[in-house]
């Protein structure tokens, strides 16, 4: 399919009530795992795919290397590609619109903090950001997916009622800059997250998670897509550690 018909078929598949399901994939053999268990939609996460180039999350891998792997995954698959790419690796928007572009990814996941400091950026600023990564993009005749994160809830931006309230307000101002879907990351209470699907005027991303609610519950709450985010990769890395290699060690069979 052409880029174009990947970013409209990954964004009418944001549905709330009946959400994108995505299990976050770090290399192209996770990716055709993901593909062939069936989900339309391939997305990455920033943390696992650091982790297997060998960098910490936070925009510590080199630009060029997280291009690369979201390049040989969208290789990899015949589904749609989104890709967690942080706040843009200080790319400027046309360049990010251009080289984000050559990945063939159909969209990608833009934060409004700081990654190696965590601070919170200016709401206007990142809306200013997000509407030029856009028109960027559509200058190039690329259509993307923009996945606005706003991060109070994962920076602990204030007190939980105003984190609430920021998320709120950063969401509406991201969609009318051009963004397709808000991403409040972190917000995982119930209650937090009927506000936020029920507040925000657009598709909303809740990331599964801390035991907070089923994707059934999040479904009824109105979301229109769930993340994984690193926990998957995590979870298997886990295993090899303290189960196989430790097998292995003891001369044990894996």
Same mark, same amino acid.
């Given at each position: 399919m052409s880029d174009i018909d990947a970013?409209?078929?990954l964004r009418?598949?944001?549905v709330a009530g009946d959400p994108l399901v995505l299990p976050n994939a770090w290399d192209a053999v996770s990716?055709?795992?993901v593909e062939a268990a069936g989900f339309p939609v391939v997305a990455t996460s920033s943390?696992?795919?650091s982790a297997v180039l060998g960098y910490d999350d936070g925009e510590a891998a080199p630009v060029e290397e997280m291009l690369a792997a979201a390049e040989r995954i969208v290789r990899a698959v015949s589904v749609p590609v989104t890709v967690d790419f942080e706040r843009g690796y200080?790319?400027?928007p046309a360049e990010l619109a251009e080289r984000f572009a050559a990945t063939g990814a159909a969209g990608l996941n833009l934060e409004d903090s700081h990654p190696p400091t965590g601070e919170m950026l200016d709401a206007g600023e990142q809306a200013d950001f997000l509407a030029a990564v856009r028109a960027a993009a559509l200058s190039l005749g690329v259509d993307l997916v923009i996945n606005a994160r706003t991060d109070a809830f994962l920076r602990q931006a204030g007190p939980p009622e105003a984190r609430l309230a920021t998320s709120l307000d950063r969401g509406a101002r991201y969609l009318q800059a051009g963004a397709d879907c808000v991403y409040p990351i972190g917000a995982s209470e119930p209650d937090a997250v009927r506000e936020l699907a029920k507040g925000i005027p657009g598709p909303v991303n809740?990331? $599964?998670g801390n035991g907070q609610s089923s994707i059934a519950e999040l479904a009824a709450s109105g979301v229109a897509r769930v993340s994984f985010g690193p926990?998957?990769?995590?979870?298997?890395?886990g295993? $090899?550690?303290s189960v196989l290699l430790a097998a292995v060690a003891s001369g044990s069979a894996p």
């Amino acid at each position: 399919m052409s880029d174009i018909d990947a970013a409209e078929r990954l964004r009418r598949l944001h549905v709330a009530g009946d959400p994108l399901v995505l299990p976050n994939a770090w290399d192209a053999v996770s990716a055709r795992m993901v593909e062939a268990a069936g989900f339309p939609v391939v997305a990455t996460s920033s943390a696992a795919v650091s982790a297997v180039l060998g960098y910490d999350d936070g925009e510590a891998a080199p630009v060029e290397e997280m291009l690369a792997a979201a390049e040989r995954i969208v290789r990899a698959v015949s589904v749609p590609v989104t890709v967690d790419f942080e706040r843009g690796y200080g790319l400027a928007p046309a360049e990010l619109a251009e080289r984000f572009a050559a990945t063939g990814a159909a969209g990608l996941n833009l934060e409004d903090s700081h990654p190696p400091t965590g601070e919170m950026l200016d709401a206007g600023e990142q809306a200013d950001f997000l509407a030029a990564v856009r028109a960027a993009a559509l200058s190039l005749g690329v259509d993307l997916v923009i996945n606005a994160r706003t991060d109070a809830f994962l920076r602990q931006a204030g007190p939980p009622e105003a984190r609430l309230a920021t998320s709120l307000d950063r969401g509406a101002r991201y969609l009318q800059a051009g963004a397709d879907c808000v991403y409040p990351i972190g917000a995982s209470e119930p209650d937090a997250v009927r506000e936020l699907a029920k507040g925000i005027p657009g598709p909303v991303n809740v990331a $599964f998670g801390n035991g907070q609610s089923s994707i059934a519950e999040l479904a009824a709450s109105g979301v229109a897509r769930v993340s994984f985010g690193p926990a998957l990769q995590r979870r298997l890395y886990g295993t $090899f550690d303290s189960v196989l290699l430790a097998a292995v060690a003891s001369g044990s069979a894996p």
